[in-house]
């Protein structure tokens, strides 16, 4: 054994994982790899609270447990509310002197629809009261623990079975919403995207929002083979051409200055990216051109935010 | 890790639970068997492999071990087959082949 880590380049990947395998995530499951990299870069001094989906059912179904390390479960509605009273919980007994000081990391974590559906008030009060946490949304695109239910990060054309494509509808009829920026119009010190493609940014950004003061925000792109109907070899893969395509750019945003993490100097066509999924299987070849007009327009607003106010 | 007869999940029954559905072993998933779900098996080729370790960054479920030679090997009592390593390796050293075959 190597020590207590592992060196690939300039990046040190600890070898002990603080989420036991033997979870039952889907096969070739993106969630389950983000989460474990994000466990990884948490290390153990961390209270985590998650809100009710995949994630959440798939570690610790009765009578087993994948977590080495405080896990609260919450509802949908309150996943921020309780890692706030934690947070400030923690703060007052040690301020006290009735728990030992310690450097405990707060963490919720909650899918796309814990996040940006319904738990997204709860989540905006606890950036707006400046508690010292971490948010990591797990971003599938839709209701997957439930059944592929269409939720407000769904992009659009994307097949779910409450947004069927047909002879009447393509699917999904509206744009997904951008939650990193709702985080951002916070002022919060934090706010940044990541995906599984880029497991190094993820585990540094997940690392840095942590160690940041203050509440910080990282909304991580995890392909779900089950939900996205694409083979159980390419979720990694997908996550990567997300990222090349411009469907989901990698950057920062401290203090509402942005940082582009990832700048390929020319996308490649938003098809690569829809091509292997069954959900945009159905997409004519206009709807196609619609979707890459959409993402270019998106990535460009994106690129001149970056330029006019950079982080230093 | 575990004297108690942590029978998961087949023959589990309530009478085996703790009081208030307590869980006593933290990370007790770990007992647990996920290898059967399996239906394509990931094989290594030694000669091919260059220790880089990427099919360990990238197994979401945590089934590739590092052994004391250095090489990572498929853990396949976790393995679900997915074959995300095989197409991590950059050296083509990770081969599906159908379950049940040798």
């Known amino acids: 054994m190597e020590g207590q880590a592992i060196k690939f380049g300039k990046n040190m990947v600890p070898l002990a994982d603080t989420l036991a395998p033997g979870h039952s995530f889907c096969i070739g499951c993106g969630e389950a790899l983000a989460l474990k990299l994000a466990c990884k870069a948490l290390g153990e001094n961390v209270i985590i609270s998650m809100a009710t989906g995949c994630a959440e059912i798939c570690t610790s179904p009765l009578p087993v447990t994948s977590w080495r390390v405080p896990w609260i479960h919450t509802l949908f509605e309150n996943n921020s509310a309780v890692i706030s009273g934690v947070e400030a919980g923690s703060k007052i007994l040690m301020a006290k002197g009735k728990k030992p000081q310690k450097d405990i990391k707060y963490v919720a974590m909650g899918g796309d629809g814990a996040t940006s559906d319904i738990g997204l008030q709860a989540l905006s009060g606890a950036l707006e009261r400046g508690h010292d946490f971490l948010y990591l949304c797990w971003d599938n695109e839709a209701y997957m623990n439930t059944g592929i239910q269409r939720s407000s990060a769904t992009p659009y054309g994307a097949s779910t079975t409450t947004a069927p494509a047909g002879k009447v509808s393509i699917g999904q009829k509206t744009r997904k919403k951008n939650m990193v920026e709702i985080a951002a119009a916070h002022d919060i010190p934090y706010a940044a995207t990541a995906s599984i493609g880029y497991p190094f940014d993820l585990m540094n950004k997940v690392k840095k929002g942590a160690e940041t003061k203050g509440p910080a925000y990282v909304h991580v792109f995890v392909p779900c083979p089950t939900g996205w109907r694409h083979a159980s070899d390419m979720a990694v893969e997908l996550g990567r051409l997300a990222v090349e395509t411009g469907v989901f750019p990698l950057y920062e945003v401290e203090h509402g200055r942005y940082r582009m993490n990832v700048s390929p100097s020319t996308l490649k066509p938003v098809e690569e990216y829809l091509k292997p999924q069954g959900r945009f299987r159905h997409l004519p070849e206009e709807e196609i051109r619609k979707i890459q007009e959409m993402v270019n327009e998106e990535y460009e607003r994106l690129k001149a935010k970056a330029a006019a106010f950079p982080l230093a | ?102």
């Open chain 2, 1 to 102: 890790m575990a004297e108690k007869k942590l029978k998961v999940p087949e023959d589990f029954t309530w009478r085996d639970m703790e009081v208030g559905n307590i869980i006593t072993e933290p990370g007790n998933a770990s007992l647990r068997k996920t290898g059967d779900w399996r239906s394509m098996r990931p094989v290594l080729d030694k000669e091919k492999c260059i220790k880089c370790g990427l099919c360990w960054l990238y197994c979401p479920d945590g089934a590739v071990k590092l052994l004391d030679d250095g090489y990572y090997e498929p853990d396949l009592f976790y393995c679900k087959g997915c074959g995300i390593c095989a197409r991590a390796c950059k050296k083509g050293a990770i081969t599906m082949i159908e379950e049940g075959e040798k």
